[in-house]
């Protein structure tokens, strides 16, 4: 006996149609596998990169002290020496970066000062064929910051509170974290670092040996001097992400 294929199935319904009804996955779920593949590659891929990025020494870390190509010594210079920083970095009070001095500033004193000192030798190369010295940046901070230092120096927040006590430090090294936390504290009461404008450079300064006002009462007075904005601008995100 053969099978009729007019013949009823179970529950009336024909081998045809059970075929007909079962479930078929859509074309698009052919490329689901693939792209959740790539976006877990992604996504494990990323995420330690960022981690190892942000936490790195040579980016974030406090202590960070890259070897320069030239041994310059900000202790003898600043300190010892009392060399104004604004002498090198020309362009604190009127731009936003701090400018890295041409190789002609160097040789302003050492044409004449210690010239003969083979930790000049780079200097010297570097004026003879017109190829700038290639400084490693130290003090850093993410490009989506927005960082000017002519705003910090015209209200009188002094090198100090970003760098410490650079007429102390034989190779320069980041003393501060300039993580966003770090930054908001100043930002929210910035009568703490306050000084002058002509004091700015002063290394170890004290308001209250210098003036016999605490360093808050001093701050507040030279921020309505200087017209600091209010905490609500200080603290706001488009004021530093722009």
């Known amino acids: 006996m053969t099978n009729n294929p007019d013949t009823p199935a179970i529950d009336g ?3 045809s ?3 007909n009804e079962r479930f078929q996955f859509p074309r698009w779920a052919n490329y689901l596998f693939p792209v959740l593949l790539l976006a877990a590659i992604g996504v494990l891929t990323y995420i330690p990169l960022l981690g190892t990025l942000a936490l790195s020494p040579d980016t974030r870390a406090v202590g960070y002290q890259p070897e320069q190509p030239v041994p310059f010594s900000h202790a003898l210079h600043a300190g010892k020496l009392k ?8 362009t604190v009070e009127s731009a936003g970066f701090a400018a890295v001095p041409p190789t002609q500033t160097c040789l302003n ?7 003969d000192s ?11 064929t017109g190829n700038p010295i290639r400084w490693i940046k130290v003090h850093d901070v ?14 009188g927040v002094a090198c100090e509170s970003c760098h410490g006590r650079i007429d102390q430090m034989e190779e320069v090294f980041q003393a501060k974290p300039l993580s966003m936390a770090w930054c908001l504290e100043c930002h929210r009461a910035p009568e703490q ?9 002063a290394m170890g300064w004290d308001a209250q040996t210098a003036t016999g006002k605490s360093q808050t009462q001093l701050g507040a007075e030279l921020a309505q001097v200087y017209h600091v904005q209010p ?3 200080m603290t706001s995100c488009s004021t530093c992400h722009r």
């Open 231 to 233: 905490t609500h601008f």
């Open 193 to 201: 670092h306050l000084r002058p404008r002509e004091l700015v450079t």
């Open 83 to 90: 060399l104004d920083c604004r002498y090198c970095h020309s």
């Open 142 to 155: 993410p490009d989506f910051v927005y960082f000017n230092h002519s705003a910090h120096i015209n209200k």
């Open 118 to 128: 083979p930790k000049l030798a780079v200097v010297k190369e570097s004026f003879e």
């Open 109 to 115: 004193c050492h044409a004449a000062i210690r010239s």
């Open 17 to 19: 149609g059970l075929a």
């Open 13 to 15: 319904e024909s081998p």
